[in-house]
């Protein structure tokens, strides 16, 4: 929201509240101030264009200049006098809550910009892996599609395109995406993704490290834009994965729109088998990205020249990060994995996982993980061969890791951090988170000597956890 779009809302909202509660401001006050609102529309929507948020400040403006005219000029009406001074300051009082609901969600969020010292360069690519059935439709000789955003260390002001834009299929959304109307999600094309579309590559380094990026179940690689553009300015090739049929919109190789497509088991009341199905779906899905990062062209030809095939790790959010530990455990390519607030299921709930881990978790008193959450982590950090470490976040919830807090405007923020836990935030949720998992990752690139993971914990109030099951000094 624009300073100018906030000030319109606030003083409307002001103003509405005064003159409902009180005939103490007068008429020329009213009319004049609400006539300068108006101009001040006027003006933000020849600059911006219409969002249908401010539909609610509209009505409101024009009641208030009605009722600046009506005090001024008092004419005969059917009502009592004191009926219709209720009546006005009702109706104002209203559409003055209704402007606040209406821009609880804002019409452009705006995501935290990297921390890291390069630029971000951002490519698209869909893939269909002629391997493997597609189960989620109807079709016997439909094969699995595979849809991936790399987002990378880019050569600052060369050569890009444009900005990236920030979900698939913005003119034609269902009217869910996720829980969130796609009204709401209209003027995202405007979102300032901080990533330049096909940046050339920077030059700094011969190849970069790859992160493959898992988003949470039922979400949308974009809604972690800020944590894996963040991610790419400190030196990564991140490679985030949206899994068709699951995350709330896809846009697949041949243009259609692929949105979710649920089939619970009856005999499966606690869905544990059909989420370990799916988790296994996924885990073929970061497998089939990691083959693809040493072919030849693969990721175009710039690019592709530029990852180290041999320098691969997993991540993902909550069921991501859960579907990256399976995907770890059996592909001997990735050599590290990171869990962030993800409960395990099937395979990555028992099985012995060979590679070093980090297990980042939100503040368990506001998340209120689930005993399933606590236990498959718990033999996570037992069975782990090569150690790893575990952190926790205070006053973090499980969706400060993702843009969606940010959709938000900052009351409707505070009243969700009431309500649900988060009171820290999302952009500092994702500092802390980031700086932890570069230095995590840094192990993987051997940038970082000795402990780096702890110092960077360090850096973060209320980031508590440390070395498990390897010596402090790393795995």
Request: charged share 20%; net charge positive; proline share 7%.
């Amino acid at each position: 929201m624009s300073v100018l779009d906030g000030a319109i809302v606030l003083v409307a909202v002001g103003l509405a509240l005064a003159a409902a509660a009180t005939r103490r401001v007068g008429a020329r006050v009213v009319f004049g101030m609400s006539a300068m609102l108006l101009a001040a529309c006027a003006f933000q929507f020849w600059r911006e264009g219409f969002y249908w948020q401010f539909l609610p400040v509209y009505s409101l403006l024009a009641g208030l200049l009605a009722l600046g005219w009506r005090r001024g000029r008092p004419a005969p009406s059917p009502l009592p006098p004191r009926a219709l001074a209720w009546l006005g300051r009702g109706s104002v009082a209203g559409l003055a809550l209704a402007a606040l609901l209406a821009w609880s969600f804002l019409p452009v969020p705006e995501l935290p910009a990297p921390h890291g010292p390069y630029a971000v360069g951002t490519q698209v690519f869909r893939w269909v892996d002629s391997e493997r059935a597609e189960d989620a439709t109807a079709g016997p000789d439909d094969r699995r599609s595979v849809v991936v955003q790399a987002w990378y260390p880019a050569a600052a002001g060369e050569g890009a395109a444009g900005p990236s834009r920030y979900i698939d299929g913005l003119e034609r959304l269902p009217d869910f995406v996720s829980l969130i109307p796609g009204l709401v999600m209209r003027r995202y094309d405007r979102i300032d993704t901080h990533a330049r579309l096909d940046a050339p590559v920077a030059a700094q380094r011969e190849r970069w490290p790859v992160v493959l990026f898992s988003p949470g179940y039922g979400a949308s690689r974009a809604f972690y834009s800020g944590l894996l553009a963040d991610l790419a300015s400190r030196g990564f090739v991140v490679l985030a994965l949206d899994h068709a049929y699951e995350a709330p919109v896809v846009e697949l190789a041949d243009g259609r729109l692929a949105t979710p497509v649920v089939r619970f088991l009856p005999d499966d009341p606690d869905r544990l088998r059909y989420m370990g199905a799916r988790q296994a779906v996924r885990a073929a899905d970061l497998r089939f990205v990691a083959g693809r990062v040493g072919e030849p062209g693969a990721f175009g030809p710039r690019l592709s020249q530029r990852l180290d095939p041999r320098r691969i790790a997993a991540i993902g959010h909550s069921f991501g990060g859960a579907s990256a530990v399976e995907a770890a455990m059996e592909d001997a390519r990735i050599r590290a994995v990171a869990n962030i607030d993800g409960t395990l299921y099937g395979h990555a709930a028992t099985g012995a996982l060979p590679v070093p881990f980090l297990l980042l978790e939100s503040d368990h008193r506001e998340t209120r993980h689930s005993r399933h959450y606590l236990d498959g982590n718990l033999a996570l950090v037992r069975h782990a061969r090569a150690g790893g470490y575990r952190y926790r976040i205070a006053a973090a919830n499980h969706y400060g890791f993702t843009d969606v807090p940010l959709y938000l405007s900052a009351p409707a923020r505070f009243a969700a951090a009431v309500l649900i836990g988060g009171s820290r935030g999302p952009a500092r949720t994702q500092a802390a988170a980031n700086d932890v998992l570069a230095a995590f990752l840094a192990g993987l690139s051997m940038d970082a000597p000795g402990d780096g993971v702890a110092a960077a914990a360090a850096r973060h109030a209320g980031v508590s956890g440390g070395p498990v099951g390897m010596r402090a000094g790393g795995p």
